[in-house]
């Protein structure tokens, strides 16, 4: 595992992490062109698993670590003294929001047709997917992604002690929903 500190947090890349240069090349068919874009997708799903990391220590978290695999990230700590349901709740959605912020404005560059260098478009289609693409799929209130995380939290707002069992039952049903619409 490649390993490096962004700050104080310490990173960790999996070599499962290069399966995304697999999948960049089933779109390019050039394995340079994926490696371009996966240069873009680590900087997406770094930024998306640094604003959960960055929320995380705002709300007192101490410890607090991100590791890359196969499909994208996740940041790890222990739970800080007083940590409630709404700060978990922001904590799960810090994350697409700060990528949203970024990816937003980069799709729409991509979009226009901005991009002039066909390396520069690589990095920033590959952005635009980890942060926009992913992003919103990952609010999706299936668990363990973030929108499952953030349903349960709030229901916890609101039902303490049964939120956590509705939450599992909510994402069920939708997984099970999701997968007859595929079907």
Not at 143 to 149: A, E, K, T
Request: charged share 10%.
């Amino acid at each position: 595992m490649l390993r490096f500190y962004l700050g104080r947090i310490p990173v960790g890349i999996h070599f499962s992490f290069l399966f995304i240069l697999y999948i960049a090349f089933t779109f390019t068919g050039d394995w340079v062109e994926a490696g371009v874009a996966g240069v873009g997708i680590l900087a997406g799903v770094l930024l998306h698993e640094m604003g959960h990391a960055l929320t995380a220590r705002r709300f007192g978290a101490q410890k607090v670590s991100i590791t890359l695999f196969a499909l994208g990230g996740v940041t790890t700590y222990p739970p800080p003294p007083g940590l409630t349901p709404g700060r978990k709740f922001l904590i799960a959605g810090a994350g697409s929001a700060l990528a949203l912020v970024f990816g937003i404005p980069v799709l729409l560059a991509f979009r226009a047709d901005l991009f002039a260098d066909r390396t520069v478009e690589l990095v920033a289609v590959g952005f635009w997917v980890a942060t926009v693409f992913w992003g919103l799929l990952n609010r999706v209130p299936i668990r363990p992604l973030d929108g499952g995380q953030m349903l349960t939290s709030a229901l916890q707002i609101f039902f303490p002690n049964q939120g956590a069992t509705a939450a599992k039952v909510i994402s069920v049903m939708f997984t099970a929903g999701a997968v007859y619409w595929l079907y």
